[in-house]
Nanobody, 119 residues
């Protein structure tokens, strides 16, 4: 399974970005997808997650009201719409995909995409 993120960049405070995460490969079924982020010197933290079969979403307190996670099942792609960005949102954002394959669950991570918010 390959996981590829895109959509990072540099914006000013109050700006918006949309991140994408596409999972590809064969013989797997996506179960769960999530966005994490890691700022320099900090631990990786969960930002938002999605149960794939029903689209049920959950958010970290820091993301509630500003970020929206969604999916396109036809493309096996997840999105993170980020609005009203703040400097403290600056981090590398990672996508994690949990799939079922060969009757077991596997986690796959993307390579990360940089988001920089300037004041």
């Amino acid at each position: 399974v390959q996981v590829v993120e895109s959509g990072g960049g540099s914006v000013q405070t109050g700006g918006s970005l949309r991140l994408s995460c596409a999972a590809s490969g064969s013989n797997f079924e996506t179960r769960f997808m999530a966005w994490y982020r890691q700022a320099p010197g900090e631990r990786r933290e969960l930002v938002a997650s999605l149960l794939y079969h029903n689209g049920l979403a959950d958010y970290a307190d820091s993301a509630k009201g500003r970020f929206t996670i969604s999916r396109d099942s036809a493309r096996n792609t997840m999105y993170l719409q980020m609005n009203n960005l703040k400097p403290e949102d600056t981090a590398v954002y990672y996508c994690k995909v949990m799939v079922s394959m060969d009757l077991t669950l596997h986690d796959y991570w993307g390579q990360g995409t940089q988001v920089t918010v300037s004041s």
